[in-house]
């Protein structure tokens, strides 16, 4: 059976592996750790209200393969005002390969990549988020940008509505810290909007110096997420835009159960 190999490790390409693996089918992650990856970033959190119509019908498949892949775990956040409301999510960490190939792909083609001076044949899935035009000539794909911060010790879980559908949130996403953010996503981010996720992070109790900066870049394509079959053994998906845990897992069933169940 061919190998899968991926290009990415980030929420789609770690999910596509994973998925993969537990089908029995042996992966090779390829990730030369770009700065601006967006998934190291990511809060995790998902909700079947912030899926929208185009995505409704896929968010109940996708927790029940996040759930069977990694567990999901619920997390409550309180509003200003008392009210809690609960999320679902599923850490970065807990997802994200952890010893991916570190080597950069060059080249993809049909049933193969290049990495290293090295070809490499299989199942291609190009999972690059905002650098997967390189593999796909004429896809527009272009990066949103937010950065959140990882403050030491653990706050109770809390959440703040800053403009119609965006908020900023802080809880613990993994043991002994508290992770913030709150939704920025600027195609031309600058130190004013650093400065202003900061004093939002100090007005919600995070007055101490961050531990951690997490940069990101998430990826936004034209008319909503794609996922393209681009030669007979190769595909590509990217635009996961603030759903790429939801997405990611999507496009990870579809890979292997759809489009490598029935290639030749
Ligand atoms: C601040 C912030 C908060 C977010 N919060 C959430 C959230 O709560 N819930 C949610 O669902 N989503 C959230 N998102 C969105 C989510 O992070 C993205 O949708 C998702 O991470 C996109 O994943 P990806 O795998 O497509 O891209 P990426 O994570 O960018 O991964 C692409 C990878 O490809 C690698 N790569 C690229 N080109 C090559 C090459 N030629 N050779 C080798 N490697 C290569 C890069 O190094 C990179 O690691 C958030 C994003 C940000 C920035």
């Known amino acids: 059976m061919p190998v899968l190999l991926v290009v990415g490790a980030g929420l789609f390409g770690s999910q596509a592996a994973a998925y993969a693996r537990q089908k029995g ?9 770009l700065p ?36 999901i775990l619920h997390v409550d956040l309180t509003h200003d005002d008392g009210t809690k409301e609960g999320f679902l999510f599923v850490p970065p960490t807990t ?21 290293g001076g090295q070809r490499h044949q299989g199942w291609v899935y190009v999972a690059a988020g ?13 990066g949103k940008a937010g950065t959140s911060f990882v ?44 400065r202003q996720s900061l ?25 909503g997420p794609i996922f393209q079959k681009i030669a007979s053994r190769t595909w590509l998906a990217t635009g996961g835009r603030k759903m790429g845990t939801i997405l990611g897992a999507v496009f990870a069933q579809r890979l292997v159960d759809v489009e490598i169940e029935n290639s030749d």
Request: charged residues 25%; neutral net charge; hydrophobic residues 40%.
């Open 151 to 194: 403050f030491t010790g653990e706050q109770a879980g809390r959440i703040r509505n800053i403009a119609h559908g965006r908020q900023a949130i802080a809880f613990v996403r993994d043991p002994g810290c508290t992770h913030f953010s709150d939704g920025t996503a600027e195609r031309d981010y600058k130190d004013e909007h650093e």
């Open 25 to 33: 089918i042996e992966v090779r992650v390829f990730d030369s750790g």
């Open 95 to 115: 997802i994200l390969e952890p010893n991916p190939i570190r080597q950069v792909v060059t080249a993809v083609g049909d049933g193969w990549l290049e990495a």
């Open 130 to 142: 905002v650098w997967s035009a390189r593999f796909l000539p004429g896809l527009d794909v272009h």
């Open 36 to 71: 601006g990856a967006a998934s190291p970033a990511a809060a995790g959190l998902f909700k079947e209200a912030w899926a929208g119509r185009k995505l409704q019908e896929h968010f109940r498949p996708a927790v029940a393969v996040l759930d069977r892949l990694y567990g």
């Open 199 to 223: 004093e939002r992070a100090a007005a919600m109790g995070l007055t101490a110096a961050p531990v951690r900066r997490l940069h990101g870049l998430r990826p936004y394509t034209k008319g």
